[in-house]
Each structure stands twice: as structure tokens, then as C-alpha cells.
């Protein structure tokens, strides 16, 4: 059975902030095994860039892109 992540040593966040600054992580965390994504007894993390499965529970994972605003995110919970 998958384990639950394990801390690391503090590190750079592999993307900068919306200033183009580099973000410290202090208490970073492994990914997961993707078999832990189907435990259900497992919890699952991932990492930017890591490997994800294609879909959870039969909905789908997608990018994230860009930045939403207020009304956005209001436009996107009330569709969800």
C-alpha cells in the first residue's frame, strides 16, 4: 500500500510567483505512487509536472491556466 508523502528539506518551487520571483518551500512533500490515486485508504499528492492519472472518479483532470478574477470564480463554482 502507497505511504503518505514524505517531508523534505526546504527548496525552490519549480514555477516563480506572478512576479517572476522564486518561491521557497519549506516543508515540500513527495508525489505519490499513482496507484495511490485509486486507494482508497491512501492519500495522493502530486507535484507540478508529475505524473497524474487521466481522470478521478470519472471526472477528467485538466491544466490550470491563468489567473481567474472574482467574478470567475463565481461564474465557475455556479457551473460546477
Known sequence: MPQDPV???AR?????????HRVQI???SSPTPLEAWTNRSASA???PDGPMPAAL???AFTS???VLT???WE????AV
Not at 525552490?12 to 517572476?20: A, Q, V
Not at 461564474?75 to 455556479?78: F, L, N, P, Q, V
Open 26 to 28: 519549506q516543508r515540500p
Open 64 to 66: 490550470w491556466h491563468g
Open 7 to 9: 517531508t523534505e528539506p
Open 45 to 47: 499528492c502530486v507535484a
Open 70 to 72: 472574482d467574478e470567475e
Open 75 to 78: 461564474s465557475h463554482s455556479e
Open 57 to 59: 472518479n470519472g471526472i
Open 12 to 20: 525552490d518551487h519549480p514555477r516563480r510567483d506572478d512576479n517572476d
